[in-house]
C-alpha cells in the first residue's frame, strides 16, 4: 500500500526557514518523481517543487525558486523540502505527491496535479508577519 506522509509543518516567522519531510513506503521511492504542492485558504492547489529519480532533475514554480530546495534521500525513502526566507504568502497546507518516472525523465517547471497519482495528506505551514 503506497502512502506519503508529511511532516515538519508548524508556525514560522516571515523570513525563516523550515524543512519539510515526506516520508514513503509501500514503494520504491527511487522509481518514482516526488512532487511538492500546497494549498492556501480560497485558492487552488499549486504545485510548486518536483525532482526525478535522477536527483540533478528538478522543476520549480517561480515565486519560489531560489527560496526554496527539493531533496530526496532514497535510502530513507524520504523527500525534502527546504523552505528559506518565507513569506506570509507561503502560508498554506502543503502537500507531497509521488508517480513512477524513469532515470531519464525531466520536469518542466513545476508539477502538475493531474500528473501524479499518490498524495500524502499534508501539512499546515504557518507565516507569521
Known amino acids: 500500500q503506497v502512502q506519503l506522509v508529511e511532516s515538519g509543518g508548524g508556525v514560522v516567522h516571515d523570513g525563516g526557514s523550515l524543512r519539510l519531510s515526506c516520508g514513503t513506503s509501500g514503494f520504491t521511492m527511487a522509481n518514482y518523481a516526488i512532487a511538492w504542492f500546497r494549498q492556501a485558504p480560497g485558492k487552488e492547489r499549486e504545485g510548486i517543487a518536483c525532482i526525478g529519480p535522477n536527483e540533478a532533475n528538478q522543476g520549480f514554480l517561480e515565486s519560489v525558486k531560489g527560496r526554496f530546495a527539493i531533496s530526496r534521500d532514497n535510502a530513507k525513502a524520504t523527500a525534502y523540502l527546504q523552505m528559506n526566507e518565507v513569506q506570509p504568502e507561503d502560508t498554506a497546507v502543503y502537500y507531497c505527491?509521488?508517480?513512477?518516472?524513469?532515470?531519464?525523465?525531466?520536469?518542466?517547471?513545476?508539477?502538475?496535479?493531474?500528473?501524479?497519482?499518490?498524495w500524502g495528506q499534508g501539512t499546515q505551514v504557518t507565516v507569521s508577519s
Open positions: 505527491a509521488a508517480d513512477p518516472r524513469s532515470i531519464w525523465w525531466r520536469p518542466e517547471g513545476a508539477p502538475k496535479e493531474k500528473d501524479y497519482a499518490y
